[in-house]
Each structure stands twice: as C-alpha cells, then as structure tokens.
C-alpha cells in the first residue's frame, strides 16, 4: 500500500506519523502558540527529528465555534510557511489541511505534497478536479455539513453502514476524476458525538475493506478529555491509548500533536508483531 508523493513511493504499510503544524490564531490545543516564522520553524525542526513523516499544516480552523476565514486570507497565512518550511526542509513532506481548491493548488504550488479535506470535496465544488489536475495524494476525510454545523448533524441509523456509503461514493467521484492516491479519514470528532466516536474506533478495521490507507486523527480531542473529564493540555496519555488501539486495528497514519509519544507508540506495536 503506497501512495506518490513528489515521486518518491511512500509504504503505508509501515504506518506513518503526521505531526500537525496549526498557524492558526484559534485551533483548540495548540491555537496561537506558533505566532512568527522562527517559532514556525523550530516546531516543525523539533517534530522531524522526533520522527514525523509527514508536516499537515493548516491555516482555518475547523473546531465547531472556529469563525469563517476568507480563502485569500487563508493563502496569505499558509503559502509564505509552505515556502518557508520547503527552503529550509526540502526533504519533508508538508500535508495541506483544507478543504477549498484554491487554496489546495496554491500550496501544492509552493511545494507541499499532498491535501488533506475534512469535507472530502463536498464544500468546494472544483476540489476534486484541481486534486486530478495537481496528481496528489488526496485525504478524503468524514464530515457532515461545515465545522460551524457538523456538531448538530450526528443523528445516524447506523453509524459505519452511513460512513461506508459515504465513502463508497466519494471514492468513486474521485476514481472518476483519475485521483490515483487516495487516504481515507474516518473524522473522530466531526459530526459525531463522544459515544459514537468510541464506536467508531471499536469498528475501524471496517474501514480496510476499501483496501485504502486508513488516518486516524484523535490526538489530544474532546472524545478524550471529555470522558476523562479533563483538558486538552491533560490528554497526552488517553490519546497513546487511542492511538495504540488504532494501529492495532490497522491504521496507516496518525495525525499527532506529540509526534515523539506516536512514533515510540509505533514502535512498540512493531515490535509485537516480529
């Protein structure tokens, strides 16, 4: 299982670790903390040599209270870090959070190697098209509605059965559009609630019958601190938890904060299987 990125073959096989770059003012862990390019850079220095993989950076929020951000805001905030994390780490592979198309070839123009949607396309409609035309790996992941809706939309009948056709369909538009590399993203925590989450992440080996690389984005989430009935900044160990979980059941990718617990979390799981 492998997808292209930049013409280097990347094995998912082997999972990988995705260390999230937030260059928002708002994000609800890490929001505000990185404010100027050195701090840009010495946090994304720090997580490539604890092991990260991939860098996903995003400039607009998508927590539930997150306010609306122009797409040309939005570039003016990711392209100069693009640019900037390109120049100084060629050979890091910089994922795009986001779910506009402008934004995504603009980015993928300033060097970064692949998009990551938490609409799947369904928010821009010419995001599917510009993913076929840019020849990227492409995140697809599950939402309903936008971040400032999502959290009113979790009624389901059936959770994974409702997921799958969601897939099965957004899948199919984008094989349609000749979108080679596809990465699929359950959505922990978007339009779901706690207990359907926890659902969710009892289920994901479902998920492999698309035979395409699973993401597994829990780090640090309401689905954590909440049922421990504490903070984002306290949930470090619960989110090891989930992680070690996910890669047990057979995820490709984790999107972290904390990129040195991930990678020794990997580590261990190997080891259980030599």
């Known amino acids: 299982m492998t997808i292209n990125c930049k013409g280097e073959l990347i094995d998912l096989n082997d999972p990988k670790i995705m260390g999230i770059l937030n260059i928002t003012p708002n994000s609800f862990f890490d929001g505000g903390k990185y404010k100027t390019d050195s701090a840009f850079l010495l946090q994304a220095e720090k997580m490539i040599k604890e092991g990260a993989d991939f860098i996903d950076i995003g400039a607009y929020s998508s927590k539930p209270s997150a306010e609306f951000v122009s797409e040309e805001e939005e570039i003016l905030r990711i392209v100069p870090i693009v640019e900037m994390l390109q120049r100084e780490f060629p050979q890091t592979y910089l994922s795009i959070d986001t779910f506009r198309a402008g934004v995504a070839k603009a980015t993928i123009e300033a060097g970064a190697a692949l998009i990551n949607d938490i609409a799947a396309g369904l928010l821009d409609n010419q995001m599917i098209e510009v993913i076929s035309q840019l ?108 992680n070690t979980i996910a890669l047990q059941k057979g995820a490709n990718i984790l999107r972290v904060h904390d990129v040195k617990e991930a990678v020794e979390t990997r580590k261990i799981i190997k080891q259980l299987t030599i």
């Open 135 to 242: 020849q990227v790996p492409y995140i697809m992941m599950h939402m309903r509605g936008t971040p400032q809706t999502m959290q009113s939309l979790t009624s389901y009948e059936d959770l994974v059965k409702e997921m799958k056709m969601y897939f099965s369909e957004r899948i199919a538009i984008a094989r349609e559009a000749k979108i080679n590399d596809i990465i699929v993203d359950p959505g922990f925590g978007f339009a779901k609630t706690m207990e359907q989450n926890y659902e969710l992440m009892a289920k994901i080996e479902l998920f492999s019958s698309f035979e395409l690389p699973i993401l597994v984005g829990i780090s640090r989430k309401s689905m954590i601190y909440k049922l421990l009935d504490s903070t984002p900044q306290e949930a470090l160990n619960g989110t090891t938890v989930l």
